[in-house]
């Protein structure tokens, strides 16, 4: 393998992602990280994309919808956890971005310590997007990786005190932003008034909060009819993203009483297109709102069903955006708090420009070392044996970071076993989706009579 710092060479990096969300994230991180004013920005840049197999592995639509992230459609492909080591294995990639929830981040980073590369990647990954619950939980299942990103000064803070805390290194928190923050400034238009409700797959997750919000966006169409409102919805049902959505708000929609007006209109697509005719952003804790402050949309969090934690809007707190729907439909418009924004990442000043500078010097110093430590993770099965081997295991890794005996050997990818493997599990996954989104809800219904 060439030296790492050899330019005649493509930087080649890889981005391991477990959901429609996460792709968006770890593409666009990637991208971040290798272009800039530096030496390294002459350098040709290779970037594959890499699908975790799982029930949120995004469909073709849904990739589609991210919009452009700058990786090929043929760069793309879908593998287990021990194929992509595999890969990794045999493909000699500088940069690996772990695009991925923390258990499967924990599990890729002891299977890529067990494969003792003579010379390992520089291995990312973070958060995408606001980080309001499970935070130790999540951020010790991300510690080992050479570079940990938060997306905001806030959670920088936070991420080296967790770490801190628990006497493991803190070194790899490295303060950047959301990699998917962009667009034009908001301007208003003449005869242009449009109100964009931006839904979460299971924020708040009760049927009755979901109607709630479902019906007070209609009304608040029916109450201004020269007004176009939108509800910006995630997923078809059917399809799964980051977390899962058992009552979709199309289904809702469909038994809502007196129908829908003719000025409100679901839709789906590229979320930077639709804050493009944004006038006002509406959301529970949507991380579509940084976005739409980074625009500098007018841009509201709903206290409807209260501020709490379950609803992730407490991370609002004092930014000045809180409010309900009865003050909106009287035309309130929240105004951010300054102090607020500047430690949020959304870089509504301009800096957004500079905002992976010292991320992307990190990763070009590490990639410029003659020779990485070992991976490190603070769960060691020393440390964590009760919890650390049963995550291993959700991905076929033994407690050493192997593979489990009989996952090892070379997956079919043609002929006849090979369609016949790809369609049972196709249809094992369709089974999944239909469990989760129509059976289980009615089984927890049962089960409250």
Do not use: C
């Not at 995004?58 to 287990?80: M, N, S, W």
């Not at 939108?230 to 929609?253: N, V």
């Not at 769960?379 to 090892?408: K, N, Q, V, W």
């Amino acid at each position: 393998m060439p030296p790492r710092t050899d330019k005649t060479t493509a930087l080649r990096v890889a981005v391991l992602a477990d959901s429609d969300t996460r792709w968006k994230w770890g593409a666009l991180t990637a991208r971040r990280l290798t272009t800039g004013a530096s030496a390294r920005s002459t350098q040709r840049v290779e970037i594959s994309g890499l699908l975790l197999r799982g029930r949120a592995t995004p469909t073709p639509r849904q990739l589609a919808e991210v919009g452009d992230v700058g990786i090929d459609a043929d760069r793309v492909r879908e593998v287990t956890a021990v194929e992509f080591l595999h890969t990794v294995r045999d493909e000699g990639y500088d940069v690996v971005v772990l695009a991925l929830v923390g258990g499967a981040v924990q599990a890729m980073l002891h299977g890529l310590a067990a494969l003792r590369l003579p010379a390992r990647p520089v291995v990312v990954t973070g958060y995408v997007g606001v980080v309001y619950e499970k935070l130790a939980d999540g951020l010790l299942l991300r510690h080992g990786a050479d570079v940990v990103l938060a997306n905001s000064r806030h959670d920088a803070e936070r991420f080296r005190a967790v770490y801190e805390g628990v006497g493991a290194d803190a070194s790899a928190v490295t303060e950047a932003a959301l990699p998917f923050l962009g667009g034009e400034p908001h301007r208003p238009q003449e005869g242009r008034d449009t109100v964009v409700f931006a839904a979460q797959p299971s924020v708040p997750a009760s049927r009755a909060d979901r109607t709630y919000l479902l019906r007070r966006l209609v009304e608040h169409a029916r109450l201004h009819p020269n007004r176009e409102v939108l509800l910006k919805l995630r997923s078809k049902p059917g399809e799964h993203t980051t977390h899962i959505e058992e009552l979709p708000y199309q289904r809702l929609a469909e038994k809502l009483p007196g129908g829908l007006p003719p000025n409100f209109r679901l839709v789906y697509g590229h979320m930077g297109e639709v804050l493009d005719r944004t006038d006002l952003l509406v959301t529970v804790s949507s991380t579509a709102a940084l976005e739409s402050l980074h625009r500098r949309i007018p841009t509201a969090i709903l206290t409807d069903l209260g501020v709490r934690e379950a609803l992730g809007n407490h991370h609002f707190i004092g930014s000045g955006l809180l409010t309900s729907w009865d003050h909106l439909d009287g035309g309130h418009r929240p105004e951010p708090d300054g102090a607020w924004l500047a430690g949020q990442g959304v870089a509504a000043d301009g800096t957004y420009a500079t905002a992976y500078d010292n991320a992307r010097a990190r990763v070009e110093a590490l990639l410029a070392a003659a020779r990485l430590p070992d991976l490190a993770p603070y769960y060691t099965p020393a440390t964590a044996p009760g919890y650390l081997p049963g995550i291993l295991a959700r991905h076929h890794l033994a407690p050493d970071g192997h593979p489990l005996p009989g996952t090892d050997r070379p997956r079919e990818t043609g002929g006849v076993r090979g369609a016949v493997r790809d369609a049972v599990r196709e249809a094992a996954r369709g089974a999944y989706r239909q469990g989760v989104q129509r059976v289980a809800p009615v089984i927890r219904r049962m089960g409250e009579l």
